[in-house]
Each structure stands twice: as C-alpha cells, then as structure tokens.
C-alpha cells in the first residue's frame, strides 16, 4: 500500500530524514519508535505532503505523492491526526468533525458518516455544541481522531496519539485504534509509549538520528533485548 524508498529531508544543514526505506501493507499497524527528534513525526508530516523531501520516492497504491498537494493526498485517502491534537478552538465538535469531510464530494451522507463517528466516540455526542478547546485532553484526542476518519481515510497516520493524556485515557484510545483496524483502516502509527505501540503493531521500525536501525514484528521488537534497554527500561 505505502512504500517508502531512500527517503531523506532536510532542515537547512540538518539532515533530520537518511535514506529511510520501509513500507506499510494494507491492513497493517505498523509503527516508528524512536526518541524524541530521530525523525518521526518529519517522516509523518513528509508523507501528508507538508514537507518536500530533499530526495527520495513514496508510493502510495503505486502512485508518487512527493509531486502532490496535501489536499490531493487526502483526496486519494491519507488522512494524518497530528501531534498535539491540533482541533480548532472557537468551534464546536460537530464543526469540527464536519471540517474533517471538507474534500469528500458525497456530501449526501455525511450525517450517516457522523453518526458512525458518534457510534465509536460516543462522548463526542454528548458534547456536540461544546467549544473544541473546552474538551479534555483524551476527548479532544477522540475528536482529532474522528475528524480525521471523516475523509474516509485507508490509511490513517497518528502522530503521538498517547502524549499528555491521563493513563485511562491511553489504553481507551488504543482499544479505538486497534478497532479502526479491525473495521478495514491501515494505519501508521509514531508514539513515544513503545511497549503500548508494538503490543499492537503488526511491524514496527526504530528510528535513531533520521534512520531505521531495527525493524520486525511487534512481538520481535518487544523482545529485542536492544529495544528494550533503550526504549522499555529493560
């Protein structure tokens, strides 16, 4: 589905991105771990077409999406919930949601398509006229992520999903990610909580200084003596 080759980008003089080579299968969870500035969330962002890569291809579906716009690649359907949340303060959580369908043409069933949305958040429901920036920290997490789904993604790339939430909140939306899975989404997932990543993850990756050091299965990642000195506090 998602196949990245010989990936590399750069900031001025910094090279964040080195010939990075892996690819997503259609189904998948697959993740990047890594510390903070190996890469990730440049490699996310480079994907969605919001940073140019200084060389490098990505194929998605065989088709180039380093000549594309942003908007055309959520078009074709890459959707990315970002670090951070990012949901639009002064409006309200249906406002946001419907932001989320801006490119979709089949506007005749968005209100399904909400309700969808309501049905895995139910929480969103019950707030659907609340100000964005009133949401806690894990709702306003679900709605970043239900906005996202509005465009129908087949591929979903989450950036940090876990950061600054209250544990109960982590595992809640790691049981959504795990179900988006499961209902036909692939999704492409960066986080700091490396065990909570791979517990899930079809494959992963290790990213250190802009490039992939380690890659294997989940189950091969977590047992990896190497990730777990480094990453797990083993």
């Given at each position: ?106 506007t005749e069933i968005l209100d399904a ?27 306003q997490q679900m709605l970043a992520m ?89």
């Amino acid at each position: 589905m998602l196949q990245i080759n010989n990936l590399s980008v750069d900031y001025g003089m910094i090279n964040a991105v080195r010939d990075v080579i892996f690819r997503v299968k259609e189904g998948e969870i697959v993740t990047l771990i890594g510390a903070n500035g190996a890469g990730k969330s440049t490699i996310l962002r480079t994907i969605s077409g919001l940073i140019r890569p200084s060389s490098g291809s990505i194929s998605y579906e065989g088709e180039e999406l380093t000549r594309m716009s942003p908007q055309n690649i959520v078009v074709h359907g890459i959707s990315q919930v970002p670090e951070g949340r990012q949901v639009f303060n002064g409006m309200s959580v249906k406002e946001n949601l419907e932001l989320g369908a801006f490119l979709r043409k089949d506007t005749e069933i968005l209100d399904a398509e909400l309700e969808h949305i309501y049905e895995r958040f139910p929480v969103l429901k019950e707030r659907l006229s609340q100000d964005a920036s009133t949401l806690s920290g894990g709702e306003q997490q679900m709605l970043a992520m239900g906005r996202a789904l509005m465009s129908k993604p087949r591929l979903l790339l989450l950036d940090e999903p876990s950061m600054g939430l209250a544990p109960i909140f982590i595992q809640e939306i790691f049981d959504i990610i795990r179900d988006i899975q499961k209902q036909g989404t692939t999704v492409l997932l960066i986080e700091q909580n490396a065990n909570l990543a791979l517990s899930i993850a079809d494959r992963g990756y290790v990213l250190e200084t802009g490039k992939i050091v380690l890659s294997g299965t989940g189950e091969e990642l977590l047992a990896s003596d190497e990730v777990q000195k480094a990453y797990l506090g083993g």
